[in-house]
Structure formats: C-alpha cells, structure tokens
C-alpha cells in the first residue's frame, strides 16, 4: 500500500453548465482523519459522492489505493459510506440492518452473527439489537448506520455530514465517538462538513472548499494561523479584517488606525487579527493601545465578545470569561491592546 490511499487528479465535475468541482487535486494519507470543508454548494459532498462512485468526472483521475477506478461501480471500490440521513430500513431490526451488507456477500449465518456481534459492541449497542430504527435516538440510528458502514472492513470510510442531525450536546459526543472508533480501527477516514469547530477538533488535515475550488490544504491549526485568502481566513472563524497601507514599518488603514512594527512590502495590504489577539488587559510593554468603544456584547458561557469601535473601524474581541471579572457594557469607552506580532498581512 501507498502513503497516499486516495489520491485526486485534475478532476471536474459539472451538470450542464453548473461547473461543481474545477480541477480538483488532493491526495489523502492511509490512516488519516481529512475533513472536506466548505459552505452548501461548494461541491465537497459531490467530491465525497465521486470517490464512492455514485458521480462521475468529466475529467481526472481517481486512485484508490494505487488503482484507477474512475469507471468501477461503487461496491468495486472497497470503501463504506454513511449518508446524511442514515437510510437506515424502517422495517429491518438493528441487527438486520447491519447484516445486510454481509448477506449480499453470501457469508454463512455463523459468520454473519459473529461480524455483526464484533461491530455491535464496537458501537456499543449490543444490547439494542432487536429494536427497529424508530425505536432509537439520534445518536444510536447514527451508530447503526456506522456499524453497517464498519462490519464489511472497508478500506476507507466516508462520512457525509453524520452529525448534522444531532443537538449540540450530543455532537460534541458522537464527534469523540467517531475519533475513537478511527483510531480502534486505523482506517482512514474521510469527513465532510460544513462547521469548522468540527473540522478543527478532528482533522488530522483538511481541504476548503469555495464555489467547487480547493482554497486551501493543510493542518487546521495551519489553516487558521496562515490562511491563503480572506474567504479561508473568514471561514476558518471570526476575523477582523483592516484594509489600509503599509509605509515604513507602519499600517495605516484608511480611516486612519495606525499599527506600528509591521514587516512587510510596502503598499496596499489587509490586516487579519483573530478575535483573541486583542487584548483588555496591558500584559506586556510592547502592546500597542487603542481607545475604544463598546457598541454591543455577547455571553457565550467562556467567552465574551465584545463588538467595539476603534475610530470607525468596527471589530470584534474575545475576552476569557471567569467569575467575578469585570464585564463592560454598551457604550463603555475602554482602552483595547494589539500586539503586531499576532497579525496576518494579505
């Protein structure tokens, strides 16, 4: 087996004049955790879909594990995929619903119970064989829908937006189940997803996806702390974005904010400042300090955004919520802190 298990070349994929995906190239390591990320649209699930064989290229290549199989049906593929909505049989018990894979390969009842019984106690739902889908909560229909996807071993496992259904609580909790039951199994693993906390949290790397185009490719922690563009940069999370003009060393934007020790080519720039690199508190000398105003905050349990204003610049901070410190308040003037080495410049 190659390094590369999937890999991705010059592939394009359009529905009339609909161009989805535009020369598309990724190669995704055995044993990875790859999140395709992006807004609806962005032709990540077309991608996932074209990998498990129910799309077609107009052109490209599609290798897996060293084998081009851009014309092979999706059950010549060796790859499991669990859709969106489950598509778990109504009328099929737990346990028949995750046997029927093994059926169709005409396994012997004996090796069927004992594959089925492996992946039951994998997913933890080995006491709920003998109920129907509609008996079961979200998170247990999703485990079923995996433990069909898992019993016949495939190569690679193709995952399209599982958590979308699930509450906040309980996707937090299937996310770690999910990481789990990767690295039990050391199958790669291929995600897609249009939250990036998810992507951030589970990706051993990721590809961004905007308007059917690879934005950018990468570790996430890379990804956010060294975005390509501003359509990464934004989609990543929230950033302040500062247009204006580099001159010796210094940035001023157009309404007239003055950053010092900026290294970069003169001329024209934007300035990317995450939320959290700016500061309510002088914790060292070589901060530089803004006059602010609050216009609005936000609680958000450990955080608390602030919306404020420096000049007419309208930019966001997130400030580290513990008990008994100081919250200011709309219209609170407030001295705000910047450090000019935590910025990006485009």
Known sequence: MSENIIEIKNINVSYGSNHVLKDVNINIKNKDFYTFLGPSGCGKTTLLRLIAGFEKSQSGELYIDGKEVSNSSPWERDVGMVFQNYALWPHMTVFKNISFGLEE??????????????????VDLKDLSKRYPFQLSGGQQQRVALARTLVVRPKV?????????????????????????????????????????????MSTNLAIFNEGIVQQIGRPIDVY??????????????????????????FKSKQGMIINNVTTTEGNHSILLRPQNLYLQKNNNSLQEFDAKVVSVEFLGNLIR???????????IEDLHEINKKIYAKGDSIKVYLDSEKIKIL
């Open 105 to 122: 390969k005409r396994l012997s009842s004996t090796e069927i119970k004992k594959k089925v019984e492996e992946v039951l106690e994998l």
């Open 157 to 201: 496992l193709l995952l399209d937006e599982p958590l979308s259904n699930l509450d906040a609580k309980l996707r937090v909790q299937m996310r770690k189940e999910l990481l789990d039951l990767h690295q039990k199994l050391d199958i790669t693993t291929i995600f897609v997803t249009h939250d990036q906390e998810e992507a951030n949290g």
């Open 225 to 250: 702390n060294q975005p390509k563009n501003l359509f990464v940069a934004n989609f990543m999370g929230t950033i302040n974005v500062i247009e204006g003009q580099v001159q010796n060393g210094k």
């Open 306 to 316: 602030y919306f404020i204003k420096i000049l007419e610049h309208e930019l966001i």
